[in-house]
């Protein structure tokens, strides 16, 4: 198969952690026949630094020219970098917004899983850590309060902030349909996350995702609020199969949902339209205080380029082997610093990556 992506390497440890996944993914074309066409785009603070701008209108065509696109992270320290001297519209994180609406990418899948071999970094306690969990969270990209107008101006002499949440019911119906459709493919349960005593648009949310549900007999589903959600994630992550959400609490709630998996380096994702192009990143960030010195874990973005193989090209049997390969890798005891152990042995990024498209 010939399959075409565009790279954003990004900032901070974007490039580094981008580079390995390219030499799994290459390992991976070497062994089952297939070319990968690499593009390299730039966003976010690199971006800046050429163009003045955090992404491009060429960019944007560029990526939607390809299959599917590989992204690192984008921005730096918010507290030192001059990129956040900018208006807010001209900084990093607003290639990353614009490129996400311009492809339409509504749905974002963050799968959290705990490694057996992990269970020591994972930081609840012994016996919940025991029961694992595997949960796939569900969260609404291109909608609320991110995308919702804002402003800052003086009322009555009050500077004044506000922000929209809005959501109509087509754009909570897809992403609860897709919640759903992978539901099915995994252990049936539905958790959808609102703040429904308060919101009006979870209120709308709850609405549509049981009409939603109806279609779906054999799927399990509950509600519940995002507060008590934050609380179960800690006290009983085994109980969670999807958990669909908003734009908002997503980000929050895949947030801690990563560092009980004991490192947000762990942690992929894929943002999917309604078609099979997606755009495939790790979950954490450009993580600047460890930049350039090959100590940040590449894990998460090679099994984020497992998702690509998966959804966007259908090559199922070639993710399972990254996959197989990443556990592989881990049950021989080699650990880049943020999940290091006693007993086990540390190793730098491109050591990583070079572990693993051996093992592919
Ligand atoms: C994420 C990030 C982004 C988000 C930031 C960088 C804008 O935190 O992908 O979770 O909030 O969506
Ligand atoms: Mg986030």
Not at 277 to 288: D, L, V
Not at 308 to 325: G, K, N, P, V
């Amino acid at each position: 198969m010939n399959c075409n992506i565009a790279v954003i390497k990004g900032d901070g440890i974007g490039p580094e952690v981008v580079t390995e996944a390219m030499k799994v993914l290459n390992a991976v074309g070497k062994k089952y026949g297939h070319t990968f066409n690499y593009e390299q785009l730039l966003m976010g603070g690199c971006s800046i630094d050429k163009h003045g701008v955090p992404l491009t209108d060429e960019a944007v065509e560029r990526a939607k020219a390809n299959d599917a696109v590989l992204l690192g992270s984008i921005g730096g320290n918010t507290q030192t970098s001059p990129w956040y001297k900018l208006p807010p519209e001209l900084r990093p994180e607003a290639g990353l917004l614009k490129i996400r609406k311009e492809l339409g990418l509504f749905a974002n899948l963050r799968p959290a899983y705990l490694y057996e071999e992990l269970k020591d970094a994972c930081p609840l306690k012994e016996e919940i850590a025991e029961k694992g969990f595997d949960m796939m969270i569900m969260r609404e990209l291109t909608g609320g309060l991110y995308f919702g107008e804002r402003k800052t101006e003086e009322v009555d002499g009050v500077m004044t902030a506000v922000d929209t949440l809005t959501y109509n019911e087509n754009e909570i119906r897809r992403i609860a349909i897709k919640a759903f459709d992978i539901a099915m493919k995994r252990r049936k349960k539905v958790t959808s996350v609102d703040k429904a005593n308060v919101l009006d648009s979870s209120r709308l949310w709850r609405k549509v995702v049981e009409e939603v549900a109806k279609d779906y007999p054999e799927v399990k589903y509950e509600h519940m609020l995002v507060d008590n959600c934050a609380m179960q994630l800690v006290k009983d992550p085994a109980q969670f199969d999807v958990v669909l959400t908003e734009n908002m609490f997503g980000d929050i709630l895949s947030d801690e949902a990563s560092m009980i998996t004991g490192s947000i380096g762990m942690l992929a994702s894929a943002s999917l339209n309604e078609t099979k192009f997606g755009m495939y990143e790790p979950s954490g960030g450009s993580a600047p205080d460890i930049a350039g010195q090959n100590k940040a874990n590449p894990i998460a973005t090679i099994l984020s380029a497992a998702m690509m193989l998966r959804y966007t090209f259908d090559l199922d049997r070639e993710a399972d082997a990254i996959e197989a390969a990443v556990k592989k890798v881990l049950e021989e005891g080699y650990r880049t610093c943020d999940i290091v152990s006693e007993g086990t042995q540390l190793v730098g990024c491109d050591k990583m990556g070079d572990l693993v498209a051996e093992r592919v």
